[in-house]
């Protein structure tokens, strides 16, 4: 079956340090990948996705390349904010599995310090 | 903008009551999903309809089920509340076929005393 695997939180960091928070998945078929943020107290809202190899989602600064011979899918920010604190979520979609629904990791929490 | 709205933010319900969750969609989206979330555990597929009245079971389906009316509507129920039922309630759409993003409404956090 599906699966995606997260790097465990809290990363704590100081503003404008580098930010990459790992991810890697397992599928049967050809998954589309994402990135979801949770902000405190909502909903998740999509950060960025990418649909085949080689493709690199980006979005507000951060950046994504779907590498299909390490199945993964990284987050990088070159320089975070105190706003960027939040809930990282990586996800997969993989209809060609007949699963309509997202699979997620456990997510992991940013804390970004002044 | 696609907007997916759910009735409470918040909710506090005794141990064996029953409990309605509300979630309605604005922009016709075929697909929506009920998911639970934990700490340490994600996001986990509840129920998810992909039409009217249509309805299939996730990855956790026990101690809930799910009534889809109309197009816009998708209602979670727990016939009866279990504390270990305590948790964020995250209802979510997306259209089509292909592997769309899913769009989310802000939450439901749930407390079962």
């Known amino acids: 079956g599906n699966s995606v695997t997260q790097m465990e939180g809290p990363v704590t960091l100081s503003e404008e340090a580098f930010l990459t928070i790992n991810c890697t998945y397992t599928a049967t078929g050809y998954p589309s990948l994402f990135w979801y943020v949770q902000y405190p107290g909502e909903g998740l809202q999509l950060l960025l996705k990418?649909?085949?190899?080689?493709d690199k989602g980006s979005n507000k600064g951060f950046e994504a390349t779907y590498r299909k011979e390490t199945t993964s899918f990284h987050l990088e920010k070159g320089s975070v904010q105190v706003s960027d604190s939040a809930v990282y979520f990586c996800?997969?979609?993989?209809?060609?599995?007949?699963?309509?629904?997202?699979?997620f990791g456990s997510g992991t929490r940013l804390q970004v310090q002044p | 903008d696609v907007k997916v709205t759910q009735s409470s933010r918040y909710l506090v319900k005794r141990t064996g009551e029953k409990v309605f969750l509300e979630c309605v969609q604005d922009?016709?989206?075929?697909?929506m999903f009920w998911y639970r979330q934990d700490p340490g555990l994600g996001l986990r597929l509840i129920y998810f309809s992909y039409d009217v009245k249509m309805k299939e079971k996730g990855d956790i389906p026990e101690g809930y089920s799910v009534s889809r009316e109309k197009k816009e509507r998708f209602s979670l129920i727990l016939e009866s509340a279990s504390t270990n039922q305590t948790s964020m309630y995250l209802c979510?759409?997306?259209?089509?076929?292909?592997?769309?993003?899913?769009?989310f409404g802000p939450g439901t956090r749930l407390t079962v005393l």
């Open positions: 996800a997969l979609s993989d209809r060609g599995a007949g699963r309509r629904a997202l699979t």
């Open positions: 922009m016709d989206h075929e697909n």
């Open positions: 979510a759409s997306t259209p089509g076929l292909s592997n769309n993003e899913q769009f």
């Open positions: 990418a649909t085949k190899a080689d």
